[in-house]
């Protein structure tokens, strides 16, 4: 057994120990779905960007990067990054004052309806589950290259891993285990690149060393990308497209800003988004860094989702390798934990309206339920059909497209009623999932302003309008949207806001040094060149 075997699975056993020390601990419902709403910033920014990342983030975006593509995902993550701004601004922090467990149940408290809250709670299984199939794909496939076990043993570690603690301990668990690999996979990547960018010549002549490669993709560093052989519009419109996906995903979907729920206060969802934000465009950046750079070491790894891997077992030093690997693991399992736990809330307290005889009796039916769903979940990854892998592929659009017009609106309009929000939500839905099936099916194309979002974003607005013609909201949801609009008195503490300001302007400084570093060590000697 080599020491990276080693490595990744001490991981995973302090991993469960950890998770389980907190399932320990959790003696209510509040404690299982929102972690008693407590959790202080770290916890919370933790949480957000590491079920954000996942293995995709460091085998699927840097093989993308690798071929050419790094102003996309550049482009496509600083959107990303301003949802964690606009998410708790504009409607993060409003249904954190509700106190309601999950996002659905918003959504059903909202416009006092069950069949909006059902099909909120419809539409999060499909998707979580989805992108947990994804995830656990992606974890055993890391698990097989570094041990060589069969995927029947792999697929059973990993998901063993984090269902283990993740349906004993539920959001306690979760968010405490995020933080935890968020701080190991960026400490990881942190360590590793100044031994990647030395083998590639140092960062500082990383641009023109690409320029000067012929083995360096068309267009890499070009403001466009590579083309793959379409139009600069055409590439252009999709990093925009997708920007815009990721920014709506990380502001509204359950497994983003259902976090805002667990917060200590409002201030909470403030700074952690701050820093989920910060971690999106400048760590994010510079694992794409990593990833061009190791294009002047090795043009040609094969398949390139192993390309961080294969610079952990040939370019680091061992210690550092492992540490890689383990970043890469848990970037995977944290993604994993977070979307079993969604998946498991919703289908317990949203879909079926159970009656349960006391906190006790759901406690304990949340965990089956959610021990059912992970289950579900590894039977799929065991027979891997290929209608799964094609809802995997456009998993993170159907929240986007079925839940942003309604989310927002809920918030800040007194013209959506019920009868629009559950139209909305409907056809958002069934737009986006038709059109993406028809996409990967027929020869048909859709892109541009005719991407299945935005043909799933078009067709929601539409149901909303139409869906609340005629109508007008009832006592019931007038006074609902009142009380969200009215400040906790807790809030108002003024060296809250204090603090809530150096955040801000962090925020800021990040902003401006990220600017003026690309201007001067990219955009500048692409402009001479």
């Known amino acids: 057994m080599s020491i990276y075997t080693i490595g990744v699975l001490i991981s995973l056993v302090v991993y469960m120990v950890v998770g389980n020390y907190a399932g320990s601990k959790v003696k209510d419902v509040d404690d299982y779905y929102v972690s008693g709403r407590n959790a202080p910033t770290i916890l919370i920014a933790g949480t957000l960007f590491a079920s954000m990342l996942s293995t995709n983030g460091f085998m699927g975006d840097t093989a993308w990067t690798y071929t050419g593509h790094i102003t996309a995902m550049i482009m496509i993550n600083v959107l990303c990054a301003a949802g964690y701004i606009f998410g708790p601004m504009f409607f993060g922090r409003y249904i954190r004052r509700m106190e309601v467990i999950t996002m659905p149940q918003y959504f059903g408290d909202r416009f006092n309806s069950k069949r909006v809250q059902s099909l909120a709670g419809i539409t999060t299984i499909i998707s979580m589950v989805a992108y947990l199939l994804a995830v656990l794909q992606g974890t055993t496939l890391l698990m097989q290259e570094l041990t060589g076990f069969s995927v029947i043993v792999c697929l059973m570690i990993s998901w063993v891993s984090f269902t283990s603690f993740t349906f004993y301990s539920g959001s306690s668990g979760v968010i405490l285990t995020d933080t935890i690999m968020f701080l190991i996979f960026i400490g990881a990547t942190l360590v590793a690149g100044p031994f990647i960018f030395r083998e590639a010549g140092g960062i500082a002549n990383l641009v023109p060393s690409l320029l000067a490669n012929p083995n360096t993709p068309e267009g890499l560093l070009r403001f466009h990308g590579n083309l793959d052989g379409g139009t600069v519009y055409q590439a252009m419109s999709y990093m925009i497209t997708i920007g815009v996906v990721w920014l709506v995903t990380v502001s509204v979907s359950p497994w983003q800003a259902s976090r805002n729920l667990m917060a200590k206060n409002e201030h909470v969802t403030f700074r952690s988004g701050a820093i989920a934000s910060i971690c999106t465009t400048l760590f994010l950046t510079f694992l794409y860094l990593m990833a061009i750079s190791m294009i002047n070491i090795n043009p040609n790894i094969e398949p390139t989702e192993k390309v961080m891997i294969w610079a952990a077992f040939n370019v680091m030093p061992k210690i550092v390798g492992v540490l890689v690997l383990t970043g890469i693991m848990a970037a995977g399992l944290s993604s994993a934990s977070t979307f079993l736990s969604v998946a498991g809330f919703s289908a317990t307290n949203d879909v079926v309206d159970f009656k349960f005889k006391s906190d006790k009796s759901q406690l304990r039916s949340s965990r089956f339920i959610m021990l059912g769903l992970s289950f579900i979940a590894l039977l799929l990854a065991y027979f891997n059909p290929p209608a799964i ?27 959506i009623t019920e009868r629009g929000a559950f139209l909305g939500m409907l056809f958002g839905f069934l737009g986006q999932i038709g059109a993406e099936t028809i996409m990967r099916f027929t020869s048909l194309s859709f892109s541009g302003i005719f991407h299945p979002f935005l043909i799933g974003v078009y067709l929601n607005f539409l149901a909303i309008y139409l869906g609340s013609k005629g109508q007008v909201p009832t006592e019931a949801e007038k006074q609902y949207l009142e009380k969200m609009h009215v400040i906790p008195e807790s809030e108002l503490v003024r060296s809250d806001y204090k603090r809530d300001k150096l955040y801000a302007k962090l925020l800021m400084v990040a902003g401006l040094a990220t600017t003026i570093i690309m201007i001067v060590f990219w955009a500048i000697p692409v402009m001479n060149s």
């Open 389 to 415: 892998r094609v809802i995997s592929w456009f998993a993170s659009t159907i929240i986007a497209a079925s839940w942003g017009p309604v989310a927002f609106a809920s918030v800040w309009s007194d013209k």
